[in-house]
């Protein structure tokens, strides 16, 4: 049972080849032991068509193994047995006593199978082919078109009815408990993914949540999918408010510039690198933004919507002012100092002078004075300079 296809899942050569396989032992239990219980029951009926029966199902099933191993379509392979054996198992009936005959039940078996292989559409089609068929028989032989091959005995009938209800039993109770254990392993499975895709949800929420950058997803349609916190802080919405409404409903009336970014994005199906955009919001004060823009993308390439990624850049803004400013001021302290120096020199020279004249020359008066109110004044000027540096 392993081998067979599941639901949803591709008919694959090994389930097939695992399905010929329980055929033909199928097929040889159950139709061989009719053949024992009639020769056993009735010995002077002739089983030689429910041999040739036998034989036929057996060949073609290997032929239709070798077909298999030649490439031939396992879809279409499998059809072609379950038509095929709804013609040997009419014949089967046929053979046995018509519509009295208990290998009837034996259509139940081909129906299981195509259900297994061939999921609900084929499991309705190929009893709707055996109900048809087995339908047909049933007028013709009432309409005397068709006579039935033997006349079983009361005694067959009862053995071949035990038979093929136990042989029915099981293998209901097989299919049962296959079904069963199928389906808790996928119920398991499911759990399990219900569990994991929970976890990942929880956890994509909370990285979105503790997100210093806004991140805002809309669809192909426009309709907002995600809003993080800092996207609702930065643009001033609320979360709940805009969640599944169109951009040009939610967003624009507020921020419109970044509700046409979105839009463009879209409409164009191209990625925007990080740019710049101001933001005017109510009292005049401009919100400077830098924004990136993603197209959203399925497998095939086709266009899901758009993933705004955007930050605040007022405190850049400002940091980058302050940086100016002090740079500016560097450049300024630079200068005052070369500056300082460039004066510094000469009055240094000048103040020396002045004292070497003071010294050495005999001067008094008022030409005296003048000397002295030099030398006081150059060592006022080089204290200023000295306290400036």
């Known amino acids: 049972m392993e081998g067979l296809a599941t639901k949803g899942a591709p008919i694959s050569p090994r389930a097939v080849r695992v399905f010929l396989g329980l055929r033909t032992i199928t097929l040889a239990l159950v139709v061989g032991a009719g053949i024992m219980i009639l020769q056993m029951t009735q010995g002077a009926i002739s089983a030689g068509p429910l041999y040739v029966l036998l034989i036929l199902g057996c060949v073609g099933g290997g032929l239709f193994y070798v077909g298999l191993r030649l490439g031939v379509p396992p879809v279409a392979c499998v059809w072609t047995i379950m038509v095929a054996d709804i013609m040997l198992e009419t014949a089967l009936v046929h053979y046995s006593g018509g519509m009295s005959s208990q290998f009837s039940l034996i259509f139940c078996l081909t129906i299981i199978a195509a259900a297994f292989l061939l999921h609900v559409h084929g499991g309705l089609g190929i009893a709707l082919l055996a109900s048809s068929v087995y339908v047909i028989y049933g007028v013709l032989q009432a309409k005397g078109v068709v006579r039935p091959g033997s006349d079983v005995h009361a005694a067959s009938v009862e053995f071949l009815h035990t038979y093929m209800h136990v042989s029915l039993f099981f293998v209901v109770g097989a299919v049962g408990g296959y079904l069963a254990q199928r389906m808790g392993q996928r119920g398991r499975q499911l759990e399990n993914a219900q569990n994991e895709i929970a976890r990942l949800r929880v956890d994509t929420t909370q990285i979105l949540d503790n997100m210093s950058s806004g991140i805002v997803v809309v669809d192909s349609k426009g309709k907002i999918l995600t809003v993080n916190p ?11 408010d805009v969640l599944g409404l169109h951009v040009e409903t939610a967003i624009d009336p507020l921020v419109p510039e970044f509700a046409r970014e979105l839009m463009q994005a879209l409409d164009s199906e191209t990625n925007k690198k990080r740019h710049e955009i101001q933001l005017k919001r109510p009292r005049g004060r401009d919100i400077p933004l830098g924004l990136s823009l993603s197209m959203l993308r399925d497998e095939g390439g086709r266009k899901r919507g758009v993933i705004a990624v955007f ?4 405190e850049a803004h400002r940091m980058q002012e302050r940086m100016r400013k002090a740079d ?3 450049a300024i302290g630079e200068l005052s100092a070369g500056i300082a120096h460039e004066i510094r020199n000469p009055l240094a020279s000048i103040s020396g002078s002045i004292e070497m004249l003071y010294n050495e020359l005999e001067v008094g008066g008022e ?20 306290d400036f540096l």
């Not at 930050?311 to 007022?314: G, I, K, N, S, Y």
């Not at 030409?367 to 150059?378: F, T």
């Open 230 to 240: 800092t996207a609702a802080i930065i643009l001033g919405v609320d979360k709940e």
């Open 367 to 386: 030409n005296k004075r003048l000397m002295e109110l030099i030398i006081k004044e150059s060592d006022r000027l080089d204290r200023i300079i000295n």
């Open 328 to 330: 500016r001021l560097a």
């Open 311 to 314: 930050q605040d850049l007022t």
